[in-house]
């Protein structure tokens, strides 16, 4: 009986897009199908400069994350974005229009992770309803030691544009498109998994992200964090160009 009243539930929201849900530091005040296509500059805006999310809900919540993107030549790659000290994302653009991540730094860990080929964190085009996926190789080096390897493995992601909800977040009210994004990283050592739901303003990028992240070492959870993030304010436009896909 329960099932079959989500169900039905679920079928309402969509049709008619009433009130779908209440989140920590936004509303969804409908959801109707997903009905266009999402480019991979809607996801993830190429202009420099800085992007402040509050933590609403989950581990350091009330914190604000500051990103940055700026432009760079290491890695092969035109772009990095920063969260503090917790990671660098290399990011640029493949022969397809996709944007790729063939680096990712996590301080922390004084890891420097390779994806072969790189991994497309946004696919050129995003058709509604559709999941695209892809698996690659990956090597684990020493921050420190260039040359040493630390683990290796294969990452599958998988992206799903799910439907476009309308919210109500500190920026107003928004259409938004919903996102869900799995990322596995299945290495010799230890297996890591990320879970993401993005809800993403053309123009803005992602207004508001929930996250999940497991890292398991012989099936045993040894770190787990889970968050929701809601952007506070809209990010302001460098002027600057964006360098051409290489």
């Not at 402040?52 to 790659?77: H, K, Q």
């Not at 058709?127 to 040493?148: I, S, Y």
Request: a negative charge.
């Amino acid at each position: 009986m329960l099932k079959q009243t989500a169900a039905l539930c679920t079928a309402i929201l969509l049709v008619l897009g009433c009130k779908a849900e209440k989140g920590p530091g936004y509303d969804v005040l409908s959801v109707t199908p997903a009905a266009a296509m999402i480019a991979a500059a809607d996801m993830y805006p190429l202009d420099a400069g800085h992007r402040a999310l509050l933590v609403t809900l989950g581990d350091d919540a009330g914190t604000t994350v500051i990103r940055r993107l700026a432009t760079t030549d290491l890695y092969d790659a035109s772009w990095v974005s920063d969260e503090g000290e917790l990671r660098s994302e290399f990011w640029r653009l493949d022969e397809q229009g996709n944007l790729v991540m063939p680096a990712v730094i996590a301080h922390g860990d004084r890891a420097v992770t390779f994806f072969n080929p790189p991994l497309v964190i946004a696919y050129r085009q995003m058709p509604p309803g559709e999941t695209l996926t892809q698996t690659v190789k990956m090597r684990v080096m020493d921050a420190r030691k260039p040359d040493k390897l630390k683990d290796y493995g294969t990452a599958e992601r998988s992206i799903e544009y799910v439907d476009d909800p309308l919210l109500r977040t500190p920026l107003g009210e928004l259409a938004t498109r919903r996102v869900r994004i799995t990322f596995t990283a299945d290495l010799k050592l230890a297996v890591a998994e990320t879970t993401a739901t993005l809800f993403v303003a053309p123009g803005i990028g992602a207004v508001v992200e929930q996250r999940d992240d497991v890292v398991r070492v012989l099936q045993v959870p040894v770190r787990h964090s889970e968050q929701t993030l809601v952007l506070t304010e809209i990010p302001p436009r460098s002027g600057q160009p964006s360098p051409p896909a290489r």
